[in-house]
């Protein structure tokens, strides 16, 4: 059975869990980021906000479309920690040599953002790095 399926072209499944943190308001956050991955093509599968401020985003996407989506994440005031920085880049850098074999393929980003209340946006608090 193994020498039948070595043929094939073994596919990385690019399912990522990422955490970052943001200053904007949670409600306006997931809008935001909605329309962005939707606008890069994406699919947003489940979305929502707690009243801790912690938001929670299953997004899909081709993988040719990782550098929009790591470039619109950035663009809507997240700040992903070092690891989602390092994973999204090892996405972003695979797909790009092998683009024609593996543009297609759908990544998934299982996202948790850390927001915080407005009296810690205005200077009086320091997020933890994550």
Known sequence: MRERNAGQRMS??????MKAVSIE????LVQ????AILGCGGWVLSRGANDTGI?????????????DVYSVLIAAGLELSQNGHIRFTELCQCTRSSQQDCGTDIASIDLEIQT?????RNGLYNPPAV
């Open 12 to 17: 990385i499944p690019w399912a990522l869990q």
């Open 25 to 28: 308001e949670p409600g306006r």
């Open 32 to 35: 935001t980021l909605t329309g």
């Open 55 to 67: 938001i929670n985003m299953l997004f899909e996407f081709e993988r040719q479309a990782c550098v």
């Open 116 to 120: 915080f209340p407005v009296e810690t």
